[in-house]
């Protein structure tokens, strides 16, 4: 059974909370995620209250590199995908039978 954000401590529950609220970066001409925007992560921390920021930034890290991670890989296996695409021709080949 997958785990539920209740499943987690407060701190945990909070940094996934505020992390959801950044916006995504993403590199424009290729299309790579370059992960979220941290600018106003100072922000959240006082309009949220947030009692111990150095223990919920610490969970936001490593929350944030297990995206990122997931992110490259997928993209990894979909440049692989594309790639042996066009190795076979485009994956689809049609026969037509001409008479005349």
Known sequence: MPLEASDFPEEVQV???IYSLFSDNWEGMSGT?????WTNVEYYFKIYKVEDPS???YFMHVYDELVVQSRMSQAEAKRKQ????S???????FAHKIQG
């Open 15 to 17: 940094a996934f909370f």
């Open 33 to 37: 995620y370059l992960g979220k925007d």
């Open 55 to 57: 223990t919920v930034l």
């Open 82 to 85: 594309q790639e042996r695409r």
């Open 87 to 93: 190795k076979t021709g485009g994956g689809k080949n």
